[in-house]
């Protein structure tokens, strides 16, 4: 919608009306504040969102409309054509000040200690149209709190129904986890059963609520809201790529909000993102060089370390060396580290650490359709993914397609998983049976009568031992349908590192733990909880000389390397990412890094220095982005993995608050009610079979590894499937072939 100047020439779908003396053409069906905020005529407000339903419960926006007996609501009253409204008049006044002498009858006077002070709408409104001495003198009303998580905050006496924080459970979130409970004076917001807030994306009805009833619990007594700076980052914690903004006091990240932007996370942000940032001071968090000397960890300084870590590197170039690289890695670093690989004549380079079928020589790729126009698309299907916890904010925009578009949504998967909107239909199959399943008829029927249809595949299928066989089925579903191919990234910059050429022209990151080298290079890699393969792993590693760059000095890291070498996470560095629409964002440096850590490319940069290699001459982040340029670069096939037809098979789904080191370090993200303990899922029919009941432990794994876990029965499950979730110490021994289970 927009507002513009009235035009003789009016097209026949919009209307003229004056607004304030003010003349102006606007669409039919547009509400009387729509049109006011495109033409920036301001009016009270605080029930209305723009991206919610509307509700006209606070009443804060009444106006006078020429000729209506009575105020009318400026959110819920249709433009008609003629019509004249008034905003600032004295009898719209006195509507908007009576109804905010009712609002402050039972709000408290919290104001000095409310974290919401200072960015309060409630504050800013009250300034321009409350009283200032209140008329009332009875004691005010008291609603008890409850507690609804780890995230959320509440103090429901500041409350003033609004129901914005309703509405978005129950409309974005589809959770419908918040109501309200009695009447009148009565009425009080809050869960019906007492339990937590469950939706990944909860954190964002603190955004929506205009008072301080509800507040981030993690940032909660930290700060004022005018002492923080604000800085423009990215989350790096899946493709999309969501906008945000960084709050930092004195160099320390306390909040993350989002930063809107329509294309691609609209005005909300996932809790994964929103809450990460407690991960970046966890205790052991890499601040110094360290050295292993006979064994034992010694702190050295940046120039130790740097030789060092130029002694390995000169030692074991060639093919005897690996680089193992991180895939939410910054474009930046990623080509440092195509430059260092090259340099050191090594073409065993490579990103792709949770793949395990490289036989197709795939790799990371743009949206065929971009993430905004996936929700304008009459059918979509999914294909091996959980999308609600991959990517928490396209799992919101697919439900909001299926309610206000009527998009047909199909999903055919391992595990028939949570979504919040109405699916046309489901297929769940266990994971072989997944490329036959795109040959159903009726399936392909429902997709080829469709102008605009999306397949998107995702984790399980492009992480399956057999994953090219499922892309190949894939690409063969989309160009029989016409619809596009949306395979979701495995990283938060694969993308990105795609185009700077992060890619192997010897071994993949397969084949260089199948065959080990002498020496590897990590880079911002966990190496007990990263790779797909984490036995083959544990063992290339062991028998080499390790350079790890990294934000954390964990015991695997320690485990393994010879030097740690601590580099800055992405809020803490200026770096860009590209997101799964092939869009190149650039993010800032926020927080202050920690000791002595520097930014990955300043130590790449005197790495290189220290070797002697071309492409390391620049002194700034101007000169490296200057000299950086997209890379066309194939990597080479490399054999299937054998299949085996013994056991039962497993869908590895990656735990949501478990995707990368950061996340698995935010403690209130770890106290999320989804980030449930490591478990092996089946259907009780298969459990019946295997004669073990809920609870009970087992023992589930290949001779390559095994792990104890107590046993979930789910009927979502596909038959002959386990179900487990990576992330997990617990879990990391599993792959996703084929497992025996046995009672421990």
């Known amino acids: 919608m927009s507002a513009q100047p009235v035009n003789p020439n009016v097209p026949p779908d919009h209307v003229t009306v004056e607004i304030d003396g003010q003349s102006l053409v606007v669409p039919k069906g547009s509400m009387i504040i729509q049109a006011a905020d495109k033409a920036g005529i301001p009016i009270p407000r605080f029930c209305y969102h723009e991206k919610l339903p509307i509700a006209a419960n606070c009443r804060m926006c009444l106006v006078d409309v020429e000729k209506s007996p009575k105020p009318s609501p400026a959110c819920a009253t249709p433009v008609m054509d003629g019509m004249k409204v008034t905003t600032r008049s004295e009898k719209a006044l006195k509507y908007q000040r009576s109804v905010m002498e009712f609002l402050l009858i039972n709000h408290p006077l919290d104001c000095p200690i409310c974290d919401q002070g200072g960015e309060c709408e409630l504050q800013d409104v009250s300034l321009g149209y409350g009283r200032s001495v209140s008329r009332f003198n ?16 509440t103090e429901m006496t500041r409350c003033i129904q609004c129901t914005r924080c309703v509405r978005f459970t129950a409309d974005i979130a589809g959770t419908y986890e918040l109501g309200g409970m009695y009447r009148g004076e009565n009425l009080q917001i809050g869960t019906y059963d007492g339990k937590p807030l469950t939706t990944e994306i909860s954190g964002n009805v603190i955004d929506v609520c205009p008072v301080g009833a509800l ?26 790529g969501s906008n945000l903004f960084l709050h930092v006091r004195r160099g320390e990240v306390l909040r993350t909000v989002p930063r809107e932007n329509e294309a691609v996370n609209e005005c909300w942000l996932s809790d994964r993102d929103r809450y990460s940032h407690q991960g970046l001071y966890a205790e052991d968090r890499a601040v110094k060089p360290l050295k292993k000397v006979n064994g034992q960890w010694t702190e050295v300084s940046w120039a130790e370390g740097l030789a060092a870590a130029t002694q390995i590197l000169r030692d074991n170039a060639g093919d005897q060396l690996g680089v193992l690289v991180h895939p939410s890695t910054s474009n930046e670093e990623g080509a440092l580290l195509a430059r260092l690989a090259e340099g050191l004549n090594s073409g065993n380079l490579d990103h792709r650490l949770l793949n395990r079928d490289f036989s197709d020589a795939a790799v990371a790729e743009a949206f065929a359709t971009p993430l905004a126009e996936i929700e304008r698309a009459d059918v979509v299907v999914l294909f091996g993914t959980n999308v609600r916890h991959e990517l928490p904010l396209l799992h919101a925009r697919l439900r909001k397609a299926s309610i206000q578009n009527g998009t047909q949504i199909h999903s055919v998967n391992p595990v028939d998983f949570d979504f919040a909107f109405t699916q046309a239909s489901r297929t769940v199959v266990a994971p072989s049976q997944l490329v036959g399943a795109l040959d159903d008829a009726a399936l392909r029927d429902a997709v080829k009568g469709a102008t605009r249809a999306v397949i998107v595949v995702g984790a399980l299928a492009e992480n399956h031992p057999q994953a090219a066989a499922l892309r190949a089925a894939a690409r063969d579903f989309a160009a029989a349908t016409g619809a596009s ?42 190496p007990g909880l990263d790779f797909a393969d984490a036995a083959a792993a544990r063992s290339a590693l062991a028998g080499a000389k390790v350079v790890a760059f990294s934000q954390f000095a964990c015991a695997s890291t320690r485990d393994v390397a010879d030097v740690i070498l601590p580099i800055g996470a992405l809020p803490e560095i200026d770096a860009s990412l590209t997101n799964l629409d092939g869009r190149v964002q650039t993010a800032r440096a926020a927080g202050r890094l920690p000791v002595e850590a520097r930014e990955g490319w300043r130590v790449l940069r005197a790495l290189g220095g220290e070797l002697g290699l071309a492409g390391f001459e620049f002194i700034d982040l101007v000169g490296l982005r200057a000299g950086m340029q997209n890379r066309s670069v194939s990597p080479v096939a490399s054999a299937q993995p054998a299949a085996s037809s013994d056991g039962l098979e497993v869908a590895a789904t990656a735990a949501i608050y478990r995707t990368d080191a950061v996340v698995r370090r935010a403690a209130a993200l770890q106290s999320h009610p989804l980030n449930i303990a ?12 295997l004669q073990v009941g809920a609870g009970q432990m087992v023992k589930v794994g290949t001779d390559a590894g095994r792990a104890t876990l107590p046993v979930v029965l789910d009927k979502r499950v596909a038959p002959g499937t386990v179900w487990v979730e990576s992330g997990h110490g617990a879990t990391a021994p599993l792959g996703a072939g084929r497992v025996t289970v046995v009672a421990a």
Not at 138 to 153: N, S, Y
Not at 485 to 503: D, E, F, H, K, W
Not at 504 to 522: C, H, S
């Open 485 to 526: 191919l949306c395979r979701i990234p495995q990283g938060a910059n694969a993308v990105g590192l795609v185009s700077q050429g992060v890619l192997p022209t010897a071994r993949d990151v397969a084949g260089m733990l199948a065959q080990p080298r002498q020496a590897y290079v990590l880079y911002g890699i966990e």
């Open 678 to 689: 490591p478990c092996v899922a089946m259907h009780p029919e298969q459990a019946a079979q």
């Open 215 to 240: 507040t981030n619990k993690v940032f909660q007594f930290r700060a004022r809201p005018w002492e923080l700076m604000a800085r423009e980052s990215l989350g790096y914690h899946d493709a999309m």
């Open 138 to 153: 009875e004691r005010k009303r008291v609603v008890p709190d409850e507690d609804i998580g780890p995230l959320v905050a």
